[in-house]
């Protein structure tokens, strides 16, 4: 494998595992750490980790280690903020054309679902960017990509507290049912008001745990 291979390696590993909070928003790493877990040397390491800290997920503090950033108020209010302007717009653009039979395959998977949270999660996940995906827009959905993998770092961090921010099975089924009937008004309506649920609902959690640390609330 040449450098450029495994440099790219350790940048997909690492980089999924920040934002997957294998490696714990607020807590301290090292390259000998990460060197030693992947199996690399430290020079692919290092390399990665100077890509993933332009992305945010961490801060390099020389002589210190790696800061794996936390999830802050601010940061929830901003992906909510994009979430409630984008999605609306991508799924009037996507309702037309996106395929029934997977949109029935959501469905399905929703009904039959069990209460279980990563896997629940990830289905939440996969159906909000099916839905993106299918504007047909490579900007949108680059873009969107890029706050779904900051999104994921909200919901996990709340939920490696044993905290479950918002069960919105019924909201996607609603989703779904809507734009199986090709009604791109009700369905943009409700894809708006289930994202202001999932909004307060993490803002409540996010708030509260600011507060609990007696950190300074944010405006």
């Known amino acids: 494998m040449t450098n450029r291979d495994l440099k790219n390696l350790a940048y997909d590993i690492l980089r999924d595992r920040f934002i997957n909070c294998v490696y714990r928003p607020g807590t301290m790493l090292n390259e000998a750490q ?25 801060k390099i503090l020389p002589k210190k280690g790696i800061y794996v950033t936390d999830v802050s108020l601010n940061d929830v209010r901003q992906i909510f903020q994009v979430r409630l302007e984008i999605e609306p717009l991508a799924l009037r653009m996507a309702c ?13 998977k929703f009904l039959g679902k069990e209460a279980e949270v990563r896997a629940d999660f990830r289905l939440d996940m996969a159906m909000h960017l ?29 939920r490696q507290g044993e905290v479950k921010l918002h069960d919105a099975c019924k909201e996607h089924l609603e989703i779904l049912d ?26 409540d ?3 509260n745990v600011q507060a609990y640390r007696g950190r300074p609330l944010e405006a």
């Open 34 to 58: 990460l060197s030693a877990e992947l199996g690399f040397s430290r020079t692919p390491i290092r390399q990665a980790l100077t890509r993933i800290e332009q992305e945010g997920f961490i």
């Open 96 to 108: 037309p054309t996106l395929p029934l039979e997977e949109l029935e395959a959501y469905r399905s």
């Open 205 to 207: 959690f996010f708030y």
């Open 130 to 158: 099916f839905i993106i995906e299918g504007c047909g827009n490579r900007f949108i959905v680059d873009m969107m990509r890029k706050v779904f993998d900051e999104n994921t770092r909200v919901i996990i961090s709340s």
């Open 178 to 203: 809507l734009l199986v009937e090709r009604d791109t008004d009700k369905a943009e309506e409700a894809m708006r008001s289930h994202i202001q649920n999932c909004k307060r609902a993490a803002l």
